[in-house]
C-alpha cells in the first residue's frame, strides 16, 4: 500500500479542536502532547528519506493514540486559563508593573494594536486588559473573534499604511516550536517585523515588540539552540531583550525591536553546540 502524497505542512502545525467534551488530566495532557509532537517529528523524518513502510508504521501509531484531534484537545487544555496557562499574563505583568488597574506607566499616544497568532481564546489577560486593540489568527479558528489566517501568508502592510495597519506588539506564544521546520521558524520571526508599527522618540518604551513563549527546553537542552545563540539571532533581526521570564516548563520574552540599527540579516546554520543524548533537536535557522 503506497503512502498518500504528503502535502508540504502548515507552518503552524497544530489547529484546535472545535468542542472539548471532557477534561484531561493535567498528566494525560502532557502525555498526549509529547507522545503526538514525537511520532510527527519520526513521521518526518521516515518520509524525508522514503521509507514507507516505516511511515505506515508511525502514522498507524498515531491514529491509535487519537490522532491530530486527540492532541489538538490536549494542546488546548494543556493552555487553558484553569490550569494557569495564559502566558499573555506575564506580558500584562510587565507593562503594568503587575498593577491591578491594568494601567502603564508608559506614555501612550495611540490606541495599541496587537497581533495575537495561534489564538486559542479572545478572553486572554491581554483581551481583558482594554490596552490593545485585539487581532486574532489561528489556522483553525474556533470562534467568531479568532480570524482564520496562516500568519505565513498574511499580507503585510505597504511602508504606506503601516502606521494605520500595522501591530505595536507581535505575539508568538508557544507557536514557534509548533513550526517543524529550522528554517521556517527563522523566516516566521523574520516577518515579525513587516507588521510593526514605526517608532519615533520613544526608545525609552517597550514598543514596538515581539512577545515571545517557547517551552524552557527549546534553550536549555537542544543540540542545537541555548539562550545564547537565540539572542544572536534576534539581534541579528533587529530585536534587543527587553524582558525575560524562566518558569520550570516555559521561558518568556519580551523583545523590542529596533529598527534604526544599521544591521543585515546574519546567516545561523543548524550547528551542535551541545552534545548528549538526551538533549532535543530544536532548532532556528536563518538564510
Known amino acids: 500500500m503506497a503512502v498518500k502524497k504528503q502535502r508540504r505542512p502548515r507552518l503552524l502545525s ?3 479542536p472545535r468542542n472539548i467534551k471532557s477534561a484531561l488530566s493535567s498528566r494525560t495532557t502532557r502525555s498526549l502532547v509529547r507522545s503526538h509532537h514525537t511520532l510527527r517529528k519520526q513521521l518526518s523524518f521516515a ?3 522514503g521509507g514507507i513502510s516505516e511511515a505506515e508504521a508511525i502514522q498507524a501509531k498515531i491514529d491509535a493514540s487519537g490522532g491530530l484531534p486527540k492532541y489538538q484537545e490536549a494542546s488546548l487544555q494543556g493552555q487553558s486559563a484553569q490550569r494557569g496557562g495564559d502566558t499573555s499574563k506575564v506580558l500584562m505583568e510587565w507593562l ?6 491594568n494601567k502603564t506607566s508608559m506614555r501612550i499616544e495611540r490606541q495599541l494594536r496587537m497581533l495575537e497568532v495561534g489564538a486559542l481564546r479572545p478572553d486572554n489577560a491581554c483581551s481583558r486588559s482594554g490596552l490593545f486593540e485585539m487581532e486574532r489568527i489561528d489556522l483553525h479558528s474556533q470562534h ?3 480570524r482564520e489566517q496562516d500568519f505565513m501568508e498574511m499580507p ?3 511602508t504606506r499604511d503601516l502606521h494605520q495597519e500595522g501591530f505595536d506588539i507581535v505575539s508568538l506564544s508557544l507557536v514557534v516550536n509548533f513550526v517543524s521546520n529550522p528554517v521556517d521558524r ?3 520571526l523574520r516577518r515579525v517585523a513587516s507588521f510593526l508599527r ?6 525609552e518604551g517597550l514598543f514596538p515588540s515581539l512577545f515571545l513563549v517557547l517551552p524552557v527546553s527549546c534553550v536549555t537542552n537542544s543540540r542545537y539552540q541555548d539562550e545564547k545563540r537565540l539572542e544572536a539571532i534576534m539581534e541579528s533581526l533587529r530585536f534587543k531583550r527587553a524582558k525575560r ?15 534604526e540599527k544599521d544591521e543585515r540579516s546574519k546567516v545561523f546554520k543548524k550547528e551542535e553546540i551541545k552534545s548528549g543524548k538526551s538533549r532535543n533537536n530544536f532548532a532556528i535557522v536563518l538564510r
Open 14 to 16: 497544530s489547529t484546535r
Open 47 to 49: 518520509l524525508s528519506r
Open 96 to 101: 503594568t508593573n503587575g498593577r491591578r488597574d
Open 144 to 146: 467568531p473573534e479568532i
Open 156 to 158: 503585510t502592510p505597504t
Open 186 to 188: 527563522g523566516e516566521m
Open 198 to 203: 514605526p517608532y519615533s522618540g520613544h526608545r
Open 245 to 259: 521570564k524562566l518558569s520550570s516548563k516555559l521561558v518568556y520574552y519580551l523583545w523590542k525591536y529596533e529598527a
